[in-house]
């Protein structure tokens, strides 16, 4: 895991460590915290994230303590499907990152391949510099990264990007975490075009797809924290909007809710305008009915494409 050809030591050693107060001084304990609050589900994603914490607590105490240290290889490969929380943990990556030395600054730049691939000769470089000078010290989460390879486009400019960011990775390694984020199979692909990618990798998390179960708990969470609430039917009727909508095209987990949840709210404030001459109360603000999920066009059969990017 440590991919370094050689190791240091410090000539001025701790001798004694309190684990506690080491993550807490580091930030971890609360980061792990805010992790766990934010998603719901993902015990894969959470325990990995928090070996890789581990790992990095351990050899920062290592090199206090003067033992044999190596800086460990931190870019990351992040699969899975749309609306699975990998910008979170992005984001809650980096704060560890920092929190623990790793990386100068907390900040995370999410980029695609627009961002870094020009439509000229001689545009892609300077593109793709610009944003590497602007996240070192801090985490580069690239989305889509499999894009960055079109081997079908002769004119295509992704390779170049391709080389610059492969260099970056390798010789600025101490400055600078890369994280590739896409669907589990294209990464796979684009690692077996790209080999360069896979061996600079040392962490490879796979997001899976939510429960039904999982999901429903969200959109309810979502709801609270806008001051709604399902009434028993309406928590029923969306029940079988998720059932429904997850074998739709586009679908997109936590994404898919989210925007579900704000046509809903839609929905509900119409019904309530609808009657100019009604008098309302809290809980009639505050109450999601049936007729608000119910009106969706998933029940009729039409799939709803706008909740998510293809």
Same mark, same amino acid.
């Given at each position: 895991?440590?991919?370094?050809?050689?190791?240091?030591?410090?000539?001025?050693?701790?001798?004694?460590?309190?684990?506690?107060?080491?993550?807490?001084?580091?930030?971890?304990?609360?980061?792990?915290?805010?992790?766990?609050?934010?998603?719901?589900?993902?015990?894969?994603?959470?325990?990995?994230?928090?070996?890789?914490?581990?790992?990095?607590?351990?050899?920062?105490?290592?090199?206090?303590?003067?033992?044999?240290?190596?800086?460990?290889?931190?870019?990351?490969?992040?699969?899975?499907?749309?609306?699975?929380?990998?910008?979170?943990?992005?984001?809650?990556?980096?704060?560890?990152?920092?929190?623990?030395?790793?990386?100068?600054?907390?900040?995370?730049?999410?980029?695609?391949?627009?961002?870094?691939?020009?439509?000229?000769?001689?545009?892609?470089?300077?593109?793709?510099?610009?944003?590497?000078?602007?996240?070192?010290?801090?985490? &580069?989460? @690239?989305? =889509?990264?499999?894009?960055?390879? *079109?081997?079908?486009?002769?004119?295509?400019?992704?390779? %170049? /990007?391709? #080389?610059?960011?492969?260099?970056?990775?390798?010789?600025?390694?101490?400055?600078?975490?890369?994280?590739?984020?896409?669907?589990?199979?294209?990464?796979?692909?684009?690692?077996?075009?790209?080999?360069?990618?896979?061996?600079?990798?040392?962490?490879?998390?796979?997001?899976?797809?939510?429960?039904?179960?999982?999901? &429903?708990? @969200?959109? =309810?969470?979502?709801?609270?924290? *806008?001051?709604?609430?399902?009434?028993?039917?309406?928590? %029923? /009727?969306? #029940?079988?909007?998720?059932?429904?909508?997850?074998?739709?095209?586009?679908?997109?987990?936590?994404?898919?809710?989210?925007?579900?949840?704000?046509?809903?709210?839609?929905?509900?404030?119409?019904?309530?305008?609808?009657?100019?001459?009604?008098?309302?109360?809290?809980?009639?603000?505050?109450?999601?009915?049936?007729?608000?999920?119910?009106?969706?066009?998933?029940?009729?059969?039409?799939?709803?494409?706008?909740?998510?990017?293809?």
């Amino acid at each position: 895991m440590l991919d370094v050809p050689y190791a240091t030591t410090t000539e001025h050693s701790e001798t004694h460590f309190d684990l506690r107060k080491e993550a807490e001084a580091a930030g971890i304990t609360d980061t792990l915290q805010q992790l766990e609050q934010e998603l719901i589900g993902l015990r894969p994603v959470k325990s990995r994230v928090r070996q890789i914490a581990s790992l990095l607590l351990i050899e920062r105490i290592r090199q206090r303590a003067g033992l044999a240290s190596a800086p460990p290889t931190l870019h990351m490969s992040f699969t899975g499907n749309p609306g699975t929380g990998k910008t979170t943990v992005a984001l809650r990556m980096a704060k560890i990152l920092h929190g623990l030395g790793f990386v100068r600054r907390g900040q995370v730049i999410s980029v695609t391949r627009d961002d870094l691939v020009g439509q000229y000769i001689g545009h892609t470089a300077p593109k793709t510099k610009e944003i590497l000078k602007k996240a070192m010290g801090g985490v &580069l989460f @690239i989305d =889509e990264a499999y894009y960055l390879h *079109r081997p079908d486009n002769e004119r295509d400019y992704g390779q %170049e /990007a391709i #080389e610059i960011l492969l260099q970056v990775m390798e010789n600025q390694r101490e400055d600078l975490v890369v994280i590739l984020a896409g669907y589990g199979e294209r990464m796979t692909s684009f690692f077996a075009s790209n080999p360069g990618f896979r061996s600079r990798i040392a962490h490879h998390i796979d997001f899976p797809d939510y429960a039904e179960a999982e999901l &429903l708990v @969200i959109a =309810e969470l979502m709801l609270k924290e *806008r001051g709604y609430r399902f009434s028993a039917a309406a928590r %029923e /009727a969306f #029940e079988r909007y998720i059932a429904l909508r997850r074998t739709q095209p586009f679908f997109s987990n936590a994404r898919s809710i989210r925007n579900a949840v704000d046509r809903i709210r839609l929905r509900q404030a119409d019904r309530l305008v609808s009657d100019l001459d009604r008098m309302l109360d809290v809980g009639d603000l505050e109450t999601i009915d049936p007729a608000d999920v119910l009106a969706s066009r998933v029940f009729s059969g039409g799939a709803d494409v706008r909740s998510a990017k293809p």
